[in-house]
């Protein structure tokens, strides 16, 4: 493939899903990964409690034997909760579970992409850190040529196991593009700048991402909290950074 496919010569870059990380992954720039029903959302309810996060592509035993490695607790299935395994992919589990220092996040998607990053600074971004995520990484000097920042999507999956673009990780994306856009006077590729604009033309997020495909399916799975913990747009100051193979607070 060409390089048509990196969006260079731009500051700001989106894409979808663990392949378009790999694409846009580059050394000397940062990857902020975007999962907001899921991944990115529980990673900061987690590190905002002090908990350090290790992020897995895996749900079979292999999750069970890292985290033993790690000496760290294991997310089970949002169904799977229980007094004895507590912590899951649910924002409003993790927010009610009792504290640990050490947690594998196992994630087909928001891990899958963390994965892909390459040389690449990590982020975790979401609704709720947008506008934090925009001032840590301008604060950083990210958002230029030299130092590009690529925002990725997570998406959801088909039954088939193909990506599906999921439109709370388009608005969840736009949302941390257009605050990037307040702090730095960097040029966005046409993909960045069309998330922002979508965001940015949304009138009620609260409202399009509850009665999104994802958020109905949330719903009437019993997971409304999730939804409106994922909705709490900016009420998070932490940026989650991957740092030696854990997200934690970044400085």
């Known amino acids: ?17 663990p392949v378009g990380a790999q694409r846009l992954a580059t050394d000397g720039g940062c990857l902020v990964v975007v999962d907001v029903l899921s991944f990115t959302t529980s990673v900061t309810v987690a590190v905002a ?49 009792p504290f640990t220092p050490r947690l594998v996040l196992p994630s087909p998607n928001g891990s899958t992409i963390a994965a892909a990053a390459g040389g690449s600074m990590v982020v975790a971004g979401c609704l709720r850190n947008a506008k934090a995520v925009g001032r840590w990484l301008a604060g950083r000097g990210y958002g230029s040529v030299d130092r590009p920042v690529a925002v990725i999507a997570a998406g959801e999956r088909w039954p088939d196991g193909s ?51 994802s958020g109905r399916e949330r719903i009437l799975a019993g997971f409304a909290e999730d939804v409106a913990i994922a909705t709490e747009v900016d009420a998070c100051d932490v940026v ?12």
């Open 240 to 251: 989650p950074v991957l740092i030696d193979g854990a997200f934690t607070v970044g400085e």
């Open 163 to 213: 990506l599906r673009p999921a439109l709370e990780d388009l608005l969840g994306a736009g949302a941390v593009i257009s605050a990037l856009q307040e702090q730095v006077d960097g040029a966005l590729s046409p993909e960045a700048a069309t998330a922002a604009a979508c965001f940015e033309a949304t009138a009620d997020v609260i409202i399009a991402v509850t009665a999104s495909a």
């Open 49 to 97: 409690s002090g908990t350090h996060v290790f992020p897995f592509a895996g749900r079979d035993e292999t999750a069970a034997a890292f985290a033993e490695e790690m000496g760290a607790s294991l997310a089970v299935g949002r169904s799977k909760v229980s007094v004895a395994s507590p912590w899951s992919l649910s924002p409003a589990a993790l927010r009610g579970a």
């Open 1 to 17: 493939m060409g390089d048509w496919f990196s969006q260079a010569g731009y500051g700001a870059r989106f894409e979808w899903g």
